[in-house]
Nanobody, 124 residues
Framework: QMRLVQSGGGLVQPGGSLKLSCEAE????????IGWVRQAPGEEREGVLC????????TYADSMKDRFTISRDNTKNTAYLQMTNLTPEDTALYYC?????????????????WSQGTQVTVSS
């Protein structure tokens, strides 16, 4: 079992930065991958980034590749999503997700565990 508690998000101007944090409340020592999925209004859910227990990173879209960074601190069971050079197209509800492995970029985002969504709005 796992519970994901996300923090961060909010309103930022275009070109600005935001950092999301996600703490995994875990009850076993089983390894897990953790990442983020987002959903913009009227759009389908889209994978952002995922990091495995061994710190291998899965990137889901080229548009975020050079602007978003994911990391994790296993001693704190916490993952971080650093977002830079944000654009209005990044406006979405962001969810922290987790499962044994990161889902492949071509697959559906069927992660087992989801946090509450946090709104990220990029607007001037």
């Amino acid at each position: 079992q796992m519970r994901l508690v996300q923090s961060g998000g909010g309103l930022v101007q275009p070109g600005g930065s935001l950092k999301l944090s996600c703490e995994a409340e875990v009850y076993t020592s089983d390894p897990y991958a953790i990442g983020w999925v987002r959903q913009a209004p009227g759009e389908e859910r889209e994978g952002v980034l995922c990091i495995s227990d061994r710190h291998h990173i899965t990137t889901y879209a080229d548009s975020m590749k050079d602007r978003f960074t994911i990391s994790r601190d296993n001693t704190k069971n916490t993952a971080y999503l650093q977002m830079t050079n944000l654009t209005p197209e990044d406006t979405a509800l962001y969810y922290c997700v987790a499962d044994r492995f990161c889902y492949a970029p071509t697959g559906a985002m069927g992660y087992k565990h989801w946090s509450q969504g946090t709104q990220v709005t990029v607007s001037s």
